[in-house]
């Protein structure tokens, strides 16, 4: 008798924990964006460097309000500094998490921190560095399956080639986002 009330408080807790584990709401989605983007660059360029940046993004949304999201972004600049011509190119690996915090039924707020890679190429010298920042903006739910973020991302970063730093990359973008 004592056998059979172990087995059967072991089932109904074993039932519970899997109960509770499969209420999670996970929905995965993939996205694009564009945006405009400025780098801080000092040393013997003083230009700080802007232009259009793309991204494209995948992700994961957990209970509506914490998203994971991998995101690959692309910015080119051209310039001139003391007549002489230059060209940055700068791809980008992040890695962000973001909290969401609804305000309509179609509206969130979000907030979040970012960390991964800038590949900088600037005056014919690469590096890649490691980056950090955050990221807030305002999400906006179309249909069910579509929603787009309009976001301010700051990166901190490290690049020092030829005696040319690169601070910080500031953007605004804007997302348009599927969800599966």
């Known amino acids: ?39 801080k660059v000092d040393g013997a360029i003083s ?19 914490h998203r994971i999201t991998g995101t690959f972004g692309y910015m080119e600049d051209k310039f001139s500094d003391a007549n002489t011509d230059y060209k940055q190119e700068q791809y980008s690996w992040l890695v962000s998490y973001d909290y969401l915090i609804p305000v309509h039924q179609d509206v969130n707020l979000f907030v979040g921190v970012s960390a991964g890679a800038n590949d900088n190429k600037i005056a014919g010298r690469a590096s890649t560095d490691f980056v950090y920042g955050g990221q807030a903006g305002v999400q906006y739910k179309w249909t069910e399956n ?22 910080n990359s500031q953007q605004i973008y804007l997302t348009l986002d599927y969800k599966f």
């Open 47 to 65: 230009h700080d460097t802007e232009d259009m940046s793309y991204q494209g993004r995948i992700g994961v949304l957990i209970e509506q309000q």
């Open 146 to 167: 579509l929603s787009s973020d309009l976001g301010y991302r700051y990166l901190a970063q490290d690049y020092s080639e030829n005696a040319i730093d690169i601070d």
């Open 1 to 39: 008798m004592m056998k059979a009330k172990t087995i059967l408080a072991s089932v109904l807790c074993s039932g519970l924990m899997v109960g509770s584990v499969q209420a999670v709401e996970v929905d995965f989605f993939a996205g694009a964006g564009v945006g405009y983007q400025m780098d």
